[in-house]
Nanobody, 123 residues
């Protein structure tokens, strides 16, 4: 059974940093593209960062230059290192596995999702 478990959210001051983690089980993490997404009020689900099965990465919008997505295949863990966090980075973050079916976001389908981890940026 495929499972994704995301954790690492919390309360941080503006300008601070956090590292989110997502542990994958039930499949070979390295064989699939994965993404971090976030749920914002009024905007719905939005992609934050992608890592492909060849480890190429892509970032969306304000994540460029501030966030880094990476993966430790030996630990089957996906990471999102976030720096210079701002109040608009506040929503719940999800890790998700790309697939051929499932929820579509930005033209990409995700068939497995981790439970969200809440990031709150506030002074």
């Amino acid at each position: 059974e495929v499972q994704l478990q995301a954790f690492g959210g919390g309360l941080v001051q503006p300008g601070g940093f956090l590292r989110l983690s997502c542990v994958a089980s039930g499949y070979a993490c390295k064989d699939f593209a994965m993404s971090w997404l976030r749920q914002t009020q009024g905007k719905g689900l939005e992609r934050v960062a992608d890592i492909m099965n060849d480890d190429k990465t892509a970032y969306v919008g304000s994540a460029k230059g501030r966030f880094t997505i990476s993966r430790d295949n030996g630990k089957s863990t996906l990471y999102l290192q976030m720096s210079d966090l701002q109040p608009e980075d506040t929503p719940e973050y999800y890790c998700a596995k790309r697939g051929f079916r499932g929820t579509e976001v930005d033209g990409r389908r995700y068939d497995y999702w981790g439970r969200g981890t809440q990031v709150t940026v506030s002074s």
